[in-house]
């Protein structure tokens, strides 16, 4: 990743950890208040966080974020 690259992602949602957290279906699921901070520890700034569904799983929403970061770091 280049000094001003830009890096998007989703991630599952957990708030029942503080930080991350391995789920039954074999899929990490993320606090956001971890990802900010690792976020600014790497350097990078938040341009758009988003919530939605990734995807249905057992009929259900599984919820999530759409992440876009921008690495402000040389």
Same mark, same amino acid.
């Given at each position: 990743?280049?000094?001003?690259? &830009? #890096? @998007?992602?989703?991630?599952?949602? *957990?708030?029942?950890?503080?930080?991350?957290?391995?789920?039954?279906? @074999? /899929? &990490?699921?993320?606090?956001? *208040? &971890? #990802?900010?901070?690792?976020? *600014?520890?790497?350097? &990078?700034?938040? @341009?758009?966080?988003? *919530? @939605?569904?990734? /995807?249905?799983?057992?009929? $259900?929403?599984? $919820?999530?974020? #759409?992440? #876009?970061? /921008?690495?402000?770091?040389?």
């Amino acid at each position: 990743l280049n000094s001003s690259g &830009y #890096l @998007i992602f989703t991630v599952e949602q *957990n708030f029942q950890t503080d930080n991350f957290t391995l789920q039954e279906t @074999i /899929r &990490y699921a993320h606090n956001p *208040n &971890y #990802l900010n901070a690792l976020r *600014n520890e790497l350097g &990078y700034e938040l @341009i758009e966080q988003q *919530n @939605i569904v990734l /995807r249905e799983q057992n009929k $259900e929403p599984v $919820e999530g974020l #759409l992440l #876009l970061w /921008r690495h402000t770091m040389s």
